[in-house]
């Protein structure tokens, strides 16, 4: 069963933020805990981590670096 990644807060302010880069490729085995990609906010940039263990699928429309992501955009 597909697990969907959603862009976090990183603070009580955030309503967007800016992609980074992914940490892991696509079709890579990920372990619960490791860091997938970076968000960056006004303040920081913070390594967002995974919350399940599985294969990473990322879709040709998934964010590239530098692209505008919404907290709660998949």
């Known amino acids: 069963m597909p ?4 862009v976090p807060r990183l603070g009580w302010s955030m309503d967007e933020g ?3 880069e992914w940490l ?3 079709g890579e085995y990920v372990n619960e805990g ?3 990609f970076v968000l960056e906010g ?3 940039s ?10 990473l ?3 040709a429309d998934a964010p590239k670096p ?3 992501v919404a907290v709660g955009q998949l």
């Open 3 to 6: 697990i969907e990644i959603i």
């Open 18 to 20: 800016t992609f980074g």
């Open 24 to 26: 892991k490729r696509d």
């Open 34 to 36: 490791e860091m997938i």
């Open 42 to 44: 006004e303040k920081a």
């Open 46 to 55: 913070q390594e967002i981590e995974s919350f399940d263990s599985g294969i």
């Open 57 to 59: 699928h990322i879709p």
């Open 66 to 68: 530098g692209d505008t």
